[in-house]
């Protein structure tokens, strides 16, 4: 046989022709087939080799896992957080959301700050929200992908952001999640967040809380990020039963419009945890 015809494009071309000719119950007696396999191995067979011509592919790996392999694999890398393939998962998970933050025009590395920022405000308020910890890594999500709807249209673009959000494949979300890390976005500007809305209407009642609190909290952070030529503002907080103090650690060109933009959120913050938010100069 010549080498030219060793290939995997034409073996497998050569395969899906045998498994054409052969009759339903000769399919079925091959080893690895069965009799369920052996009405849609033909379909399988030629779109395979179909793939291989197309994309002129010089071979294939056979992995002898399944669908039922991958979604135990997935399963145990969410729920066990000493495993590897949780932190493999949790790095592609990531992956996925900074690609579509370039796919639209948006540098991750810019809104870090915000990332981190809304990060401080989840760690430093937990006694405050409640949240599951899942709402940590959802509310990084929404933070570092709040501004992909200015490639649409800077005018409404929270709008934008939300769609975006929720209609974009991203690895290790479930539709449900994306609906949640876009809905966290989407109330960045003078809307709020309402039973009613369209993007509320298909998240769980029993989540539409956290979302707000979620919100809150993502709105504080950009709040902290009015100019971003400016030095990166830091502050600390501290809780008391009736109230939260934020103290802002102005850079060299002070705080002053930061202070502005944080202090315009009190009343949604009184609204949404009942408690009062003071903000100062540290």
């Not at 497998?12 to 690895?32: E, F, H, P, Y």
């Not at 060109?253 to 609204?271: C, H, I, N, Q």
Request: hydrophobic share 40%.
């Amino acid at each position: 046989m010549r080498a030219w015809d060793r290939t995997p494009t034409v073996v497998v071309r050569k395969l899906a022709d045998k498994l054409k000719r052969m009759s339903v119950l000769q399919r079925s007696a091959i080893r690895g087939i069965g009799p369920k396999r052996s009405e849609i191995i033909v379909a399988g067979a030629w779109v395979y080799a179909d793939l291989l011509e197309r994309f002129h592919l010089s071979g294939f790996r056979y992995s002898p896992m399944g669908l039922r392999d991958g979604i135990l694999a997935l399963m145990l890398a969410e729920g066990d957080t000493r495993t590897s393939a949780h932190q493999h998962f949790e790095e592609e998970r990531w992956a996925s959301v900074l690609e579509l933050c370039r796919h639209y025009g948006i540098d991750p590395k810019r809104q870090e700050p915000v990332v981190r920022d809304a990060t401080q405000f989840f760690e430093d308020l937990k006694s405050v929200h409640h949240l599951s910890p899942d709402y940590k890594l959802w509310l990084q999500s929404a933070a570092i992908m709040h501004s992909v709807g200015k490639f649409m249209n800077y005018q409404g673009h929270h709008r934008h952001t939300q769609y975006i959000i929720a209609n974009s494949e991203l690895y290790g979300f479930t539709p449900e999640q994306r609906l949640i890390v876009s809905a966290i976005a989407r109330y960045l500007g003078k809307s709020r967040p309402s039973p009613t809305d369209r993007v509320l209407r298909y998240i769980p009642i029993e989540q539409h809380v956290s979302v707000k609190q979620a919100a809150v909290l993502l709105r504080m952070a950009v709040a902290l990020h009015q100019n971003q030529s400016s030095p990166v503002t830091r502050f600390r907080t501290r809780v008391t039963p009736k109230k939260v103090s934020v103290m802002l650690m102005p850079g060299r060109k002070g705080a002053d419009l930061e202070l502005w933009a944080l202090r315009k959120e009190a009343d949604y913050f009184r609204e949404v945890f009942a408690r009062d938010l003071l903000v100062s100069l540290d």
